[in-house]
């Protein structure tokens, strides 16, 4: 048989459906012509192109893998594969898209009240309300369940205090999905954009997914109606759920950036020349590339698997911890390597490289530190737990 393309050195082009080829098709196309020509700039000016939210909603990204309620429905490998295609753009456009999707959307989806779906989900679906989600807070990260921000019930609404602390989307969501410990628990809360004693503020000087909002959110005696609150769950088990659904996207999405840095390095080293040769001709070179295209193989079919794992409804969370890890570190290590490959020209936005490699820096402490799901995955399997 032919060799297949040096991006699909595998042939897993085969193991995709009609319908999950033309979602990724269709995705690519929309990233290629609406995505690249501004995401350098909105990265170098630390905007989010908020332009894009109507397309992106118009294409059925929002709440996709939710069935009903406006929401696209489809399965978890086309979810997969339609991340992969946002963060071969960037980082920021794809943590915008599982935020929405997984982490705000999926809460009410899953725990929500009719009333509380029906008024949400097709608006968020079609990007007229964004949505945020706050767990983590200033003194409290990789150890989400020891939250300080309370909600104490007062009649016939509650109470918030506390703050939450590197929120995506928090300067622009309309309603928040809230993380708080109340008398029976944590349980989540649907905070309304202007409530009284709600206030958000955006973190500055990132380095990393520049073109991502990223912020503050602070509860000052923030008083919501008893029925904001997320009815049908209680516990850790609530945000960790939305965390599972979001970990999921990005275990595929950390391949879009893998692969987007190795097109463009293969490309570079195939016309960069030195030493009257292109740079391609060297074995360090193609050590690099090669090490780049076997990992994109391997990436891509712990991703694939992982999706038909959880359209089969046969998907452990550990499995996600082990895409998850695996696949943004190897992302975080093409990007690097890529860079190198550049030269001087790897150090700036003219190229996508530096971009993506400095998003991985955040991939790979959101949703869970890499260190984090190493434990979950050596707790699974030595059954001894590590994590204090
Ligand atoms: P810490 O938990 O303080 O960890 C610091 C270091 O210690 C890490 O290397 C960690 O791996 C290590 N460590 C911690 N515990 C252990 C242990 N038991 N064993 C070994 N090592 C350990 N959160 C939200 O709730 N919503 C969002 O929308 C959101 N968006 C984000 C966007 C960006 C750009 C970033 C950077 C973060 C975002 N986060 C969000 C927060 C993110 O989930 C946390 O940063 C993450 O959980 C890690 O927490 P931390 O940064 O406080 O690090």
Request: charged letters at 20%.
């Amino acid at each position: 048989a032919p060799l297949p393309a040096a991006t699909d050195l595998y042939s897993l082009d085969t193991l995709l459906s009609d319908e999950e080829r033309m979602v990724r098709d269709t995705v690519r196309k929309f990233v290629r012509e609406r995505v690249m020509p501004v995401i350098g700039e909105h990265f170098e000016a630390g905007t989010f192109p908020r332009e894009l939210i109507p397309e992106m909603a118009e294409l059925g990204l929002l709440g996709m893998h939710l069935d009903g309620y406006g929401c696209a429905g489809l399965s978890a490998v086309c979810y997969g594969l339609a991340c992969q295609e946002l963060e071969a753009g960037d980082s920021g456009i794809r943590s915008f898209v599982s935020v929405q999707g997984s982490l705000a959307m999926f809460p009410i989806f899953a725990f929500g009240s009719e009333e509380q779906k029906q008024r949400w989900l097709p608006a968020m679906a079609k990007g007229e309300v964004i949505g945020c989600f706050g767990l983590t807070e200033p003194d409290i990260g990789s150890d989400a369940g020891n939250m300080r921000t309370t909600a104490r019930r007062d009649g016939s609404s509650y109470v918030l205090n506390g703050n939450k602390m590197w929120i995506t989307n928090g300067g622009i969501a309309d309603v928040a999905v809230v993380w708080a410990r109340t008398e029976d628990g944590v349980r989540g809360f649907l905070v309304e954009r202007g409530t009284p004693g709600f206030t958000t503020s955006n973190i500055h000087r990132k380095l990393s997914l520049r073109a991502s909002v990223t912020s503050e959110l602070h509860f000052e005696d923030c008083r919501v109606p008893a029925e904001n609150m997320l009815p049908n769950i209680r516990g850790m088990r609530g945000p960790l759920s939305c965390l599972n659904e979001a970990r999921f996207g990005i275990a595929w999405g950390a391949v879009g950036a893998a692969r987007a840095c190795y097109e463009v390095a293969l490309d570079y080293a195939k016309t960069r020349e030195q030493f009257q040769q292109p740079i391609a001709r060297f074995q360090l070179v193609q050590q690099k590339l090669v090490t780049m295209a076997t990992e994109l193989v391997k990436a891509q079919l712990l991703a694939l698997q992982l999706g038909r794992l959880k359209d089969q409804g046969m998907l452990h969370p550990v499995q996600i911890s082990v895409a998850k890890r695996n696949n943004v570190r190897e992302a975080l290590h093409a990007a690097r390597e890529a860079r190198s490959i550049l030269g001087a020209n790897g150090i700036t936005l003219e190229y996508p490289i530096i971009r993506h490699m400095n998003n991985l820096e955040s991939v790979f402490t959101y949703e869970g530190t890499d260190d984090i799901h190493t434990l979950i995955i050596g707790q699974a399997i030595t059954g001894e737990s590590a994590f204090s």
